[in-house]
């Protein structure tokens, strides 16, 4: 692996860090405690390191990952990286043809 490795704390998998997905503590819309998704990487503070996958994502709060990486209290809502992945996921594909017109 070139660059920078980091540790997914869904799986525990090593991985190169621009392959994972950052995550910090901020806040969600109400203004409560969050794990937040920091896809550019820039924001100020201590981070944990996610592959940007449901799966991962689903290993990480089951094993209470979150705040134990990003030590913080124990009541850190994750409703914002949850929404973040979920857009992933649902993202439109564009591709190359149009497959509406008939030739």
Not at 15 to 34: F, M, Q, W, Y
Not at 50 to 77: M, N
């Amino acid at each position: 692996m070139a660059g920078p490795v980091r540790t997914c704390v869904g799986c525990r998998e090593r991985a190169a860090k621009s392959e994972l997905l950052r995550v910090v503590a901020g806040t969600d819309s109400r203004g409560r405690p969050a794990a937040v998704p920091d896809p550019e990487g820039t924001a100020a503070g201590r981070g944990a390191h996610l592959h940007p996958t449901t799966a991962c994502y689903d290993s990480a709060v089951r094993r209470r990952a979150f705040p134990r990486a990003l030590r913080s209290g124990t009541g850190l809502g994750t409703a914002p990286l949850e929404e973040y992945l979920a857009s992933l996921t649902t993202t439109p594909r564009t591709t190359d043809q149009d497959w509406s017109s008939s030739s």
